[in-house]
């Protein structure tokens, strides 16, 4: 629900997401390529920003191993998984630490 200046409730219909795009910026900060395969250009991204973190999300949350294993040259380890959720719809958070840009 929103409430307008005019203070009347307006009711607007959600629809659930197909899938999650990186967490600020619409993208900016987004991977390529598609969940859970990581590799070619995502790989690239990651050595040229030397991430040190990063923050996979699924909305099914289906594929999270292949993802840490694509990472292995990385030094992955999960640092913290959640999931968020409202309703029907939920979002699976996971915060992986790569050893490699981490020290």
Known sequence: MFRSSRGRRRSYARTPPTSPIGIVHAGFDSLPGTFPV?????????????A??????????????QAVHSLAQYEPHVAKRAVLADGEVRLHLW?????SYLR
């Open 38 to 50: 990581l590799e070619g250009d995502a790989m690239g991204e990651i050595e040229h920003r030397h």
């Open 52 to 65: 040190a973190q990063i923050l996979p999300m699924s909305v099914t949350g289906n594929g999270f191993a």
């Open 95 to 99: 915060l992986v630490d790569l050893g």
